[in-house]
């Protein structure tokens, strides 16, 4: 299962555009990125995945070069209710539920 | 609101003592996968259940054992508890459980282990 490394905080103010990058060095052909977003005391919450290429949809996008070595989420225009823990996972068909979190990275948006 | 429920919300026990936590999953999914999050830290693959069957485990003893029901319900049974079992117990579900799908969770069992 290919191991992810993102940056453990960031910092950032109302209304500006936020980019996470994820290391996954080890990603398998077959693997998927996928980013969830997690609140203090409730579970993970899907935002967004892709292969390759670019992925938009209404909260977020996602953009992952050829190589698929890394993937960086961007979070336009951001809010104080985007506050939370961001974490980038690759998983394939033959993971199942599997899905190795590592410690995200804790996004904290200011006024 | 996914669709996926958890009780109890929180939970004390004291060390040693056994403890059954539930999940319903999400209408139409029959995949259930548990996860134990620790403060400060992200979530821990404990196994995944598909079709009433354990089909993966990650790195927990055999105290940490579930059931899946017919109606794709869950349980986490965690015996003779210690004190790192204090954690955040999340249950989520999915159609098919592969590394594609979006897994939909529930809000967790806060468990505190005295």
């Known amino acids: 299962l290919a191991k992810t490394t993102q940056p453990i905080s960031m910092d950032s103010y109302e209304g500006q555009e936020v980019n996470i990058t994820c290391s996954h060095n080890n990603i398998a052909t077959n693997d998927y990125i996928t980013w969830y977003q997690q609140f203090p005391s409730q579970g993970p919450r899907f935002i967004i995945q892709g292969y390759k290429t670019k992925v938009t949809n209404e909260v977020a996008s996602l953009f992952i070069p050829a190589d698929r070595k890394s993937s960086t989420l961007s979070l336009p225009r951001v809010s104080l209710s985007d506050t939370a823990v961001y974490y980038c996972?690759?998983?394939?068909?033959?993971?199942?539920?599997?899905?190795?979190f590592g410690q995200g990275t804790e996004l904290s948006v200011k006024p | 609101e996914t669709g996926v429920t958890q009780s109890p919300t929180h939970l004390i026990k004291t060390r040693g003592q056994q403890v059954t936590l539930r999940c319903s999953s999400q209408?139409?999914?029959?995949?259930v996968s548990w996860y134990q999050q620790a403060l400060g830290q992200g979530p821990q693959f404990i196994f995944q259940y598909y079709r009433e069957e354990e089909n993966g485990r990650g790195n927990f003893p055999p105290r940490f054992s579930g059931l899946q029901f017919p109606n794709y319900s869950s349980e986490l049974n965690v015996n003779a508890l210690e004190l790192d079992d204090s954690a955040l117990y999340l249950c989520a579900s999915s159609l098919y459980g592969t590394g594609r799908e979006k897994l939909f969770f529930g809000s967790g069992t806060q468990l505190s282990v005295l």
């Open positions: 996972l690759v998983g394939g068909y033959n993971q199942g539920g599997k899905l190795i």
């Open positions: 209408s139409g999914h029959n995949t």
